[in-house]
């Protein structure tokens, strides 16, 4: 059973930053690619970014590209999510997950296509 554990979350103001953490305990975290989701209470869980397993490729939700920057560090078994200019709808739990099949990135958007999840991480940014 693979552990995905996110850090970093808190209470930021408007137009400020926060990076977020996420280690994997997969041994081959190298093969896998990483999806960055949030969930606001009432809402439906959101793609916002995945990068792919050596980090050569990303994609971006309409709603963060250009404000959020998703890297990893294989070496740490650790993917981030850097969060700049945020806003009061960027409110909301965040969670980093990992694709079901390795050396895939098709359908990134879909949470169905990600087998393990961490347990989120409180992101709340006040106006």
């Known amino acids: 059973q693979v552990q995905l554990v996110e850090s970093g979350g808190g209470l930021v103001q408007a137009g400020g930053s926060l990076r977020l953490s996420c280690v994997s305990s997969?041994?081959?975290?190298?093969?896998?690619?990483m999806g960055w989701f949030r969930q606001a209470p009432g809402k439906e869980r959101e793609f916002l970014t995945v990068?792919?397993?050596?980090?050569?490729?990303?994609y971006y939700a309409d709603s963060v590209e250009g404000r959020f920057t998703v890297t990893r560090d294989n070496a740490k078994n650790t993917v981030y999510l850097q969060m700049d200019s945020l806003k009061p709808e960027d409110t909301a739990i965040y969670y980093c997950?990992?694709?079901?099949?390795?050396?895939?990135?098709?359908?990134?958007?879909?949470?169905?296509?990600?087998?393990?999840w961490g347990q989120g991480t409180q992101v709340t940014v006040s106006s």
């Open positions: 997969e041994r081959t975290f190298s093969s896998y690619a």
């Open positions: 997950a990992q694709k079901e099949t390795p050396y895939d990135i098709e359908n990134y958007s879909n949470t169905l296509e990600y087998k393990y």
């Open positions: 990068i792919s397993w050596r980090g050569r490729s990303t």
